[in-house]
């Protein structure tokens, strides 16, 4: 008895330091192989490293609407990814039907363009996506947990459909719009203005969305919907509507990545959100999912892994790799630290 009292807390302290000495191990690993890369080839490891950014950072859109809906329903919405895809086609169609957009655009239209899109597809994605929380969402909000994910997946499939039977299978081009110009060059190390556009696009939307969330009214209903649905109810909270709102701002994001996403890479159909959301909400599980900051983190993150896997040409895996790498990651962090990089640990049964 007394022996096995002894050897419990000893194995429950091997195993941490075991797990926190290979961890360690492991990013000393990466650490040195990104060094040599840099020592090897400066000017392709910047290269990279601004490419990583800039899919970071549409990933970051995609990933804030999975946790702000996890946040406050503790729902993996998986139907968030194809919002985005149908915010990329809504933003196609308007660049190429309706604003008539050719790759030589004069600046003025560009911008006029870019803005007419980005409000449509905010629009069209934020009431789409709200409207799926009344109508597939609200009715099980008292069921178990399984049903409204095993919705949340039908959706995901009813609106790939959509997409076929409106775009077709194929892919939906958009021309190179963005001008591709050097920003700066040093030393052989150019940034270009297609990258710096995504950020400019994609870093005042995640401010507003910080600043909604923190010091507005409304994202204090969020907040307090988040903590507690009965007690936000009793202050006078009105929750159905401030869920739809969540759901809403959620989708506008989803917009926003698709315009993004449609710009940047210049292609996108209807499999495009299932991949994307998939990386999405790795990012967001990997920062600590229903934390903003670290939806932001992971996803950059994750932008990070998947750019120096693809473009360092030092002994990386290659393109082949990049989502089995992507998705190890996903099920070490939630084998280790479940609450991810930025979120709090919770007491069992709190």
Same mark, same amino acid.
């Given at each position: ?28 690993? %990466? ?7 840099? %020592?090897?080839? /400066? ?9 990583? +950014? ?7 859109? =995609? ?8 946040? +406050? ?37 560009? =911008? ?19 409207? %799926? ?41 958009? /021309? ?9 060059s040093v ?30 009214? !409304? ?7 988040? !903590? ?14 401030? +869920?739809?709102?969540?759901f809403l ?25 299932? !991949?994307?959301?998939l990386i ?21 993150? %994750?932008?990070?892994? !998947? ?21 190890? +990651? ?7 630290? /479940? ?7 919770? /007491?069992?049964?709190?």
């Amino acid at each position: 008895m007394a022996a096995d009292a002894v050897s419990t807390p000893l194995s429950r302290l091997r195993t941490p330091s075991l797990v926190g000495a290979l961890g360690s191990l492991f990013v000393l690993g %990466i650490g040195l192989w990104l060094l040599i890369n840099l %020592i090897k080839t /400066p000017g392709d490891f910047f290269e990279v490293t601004s490419i990583g +950014i800039t899919n970071g950072c549409v990933y970051a859109l =995609v990933a804030l609407g999975y946790t702000l809906v996890y946040g +406050i329903l503790e729902l993996i919405n998986f139907a968030h990814g194809d919002v985005f895809m149908l915010g990329g086609l809504f933003s196609a169609t308007m660049l190429l039907s309706v604003f008539n957009l050719h790759a030589h655009a004069s600046t003025l239209s560009l =911008v006029d363009a870019i803005l007419g899109s980005l409000l449509v597809a905010m629009a069209a994605c934020g009431l789409l996506n709200a409207g %799926i929380e009344r109508v597939a969402y609200r009715p099980l909000r008292g069921a178990p947990r399984l049903a409204p994910l095993i919705t949340a997946i039908g959706m995901s499939f009813i609106l790939e459909d959509v997409a076929i039977g409106w775009k077709g299978p194929n892919y939906t081009a958009v /021309p190179n719009l963005l001008p591709t110009g050097h920003v700066f060059s040093v030393s052989g190390i150019t940034y270009t203005w297609e990258k710096l556009i995504v950020i400019a696009i994609t870093v005042p939307v995640l401010l507003i969305l910080v600043w909604l969330v923190k010091q507005t009214r !409304q994202g204090k209903a969020m907040r307090a919907t988040a !903590q507690d649905r009965d007690a936000a109810a009793m202050m006078g909270i009105d929750v159905n509507r401030t +869920i739809s709102f969540t759901f809403l701002i959620a989708g506008a994001l989803a917009g926003t990545g698709g315009l993004v996403y449609a710009l940047y890479f210049g292609q996108i159909r209807y499999d495009t959100g299932y !991949q994307l959301g998939l990386i999405a909400f790795t990012s967001a599980v990997l920062g600590g999912i229903g934390n903003l900051p670290g939806a932001v983190l992971g996803a950059v993150f %994750i932008g990070f892994i !998947q750019a120096f896997n693809e473009g360092l040409v030092w002994h990386a895996p290659g393109s082949d790799w990049t989502e089995s790498i992507v998705f190890s +990651i996903l099920i070490l962090i939630l084998v280790f630290r /479940p609450e991810g990089l930025l979120g709090e640990r919770t /007491p069992e049964g709190a």
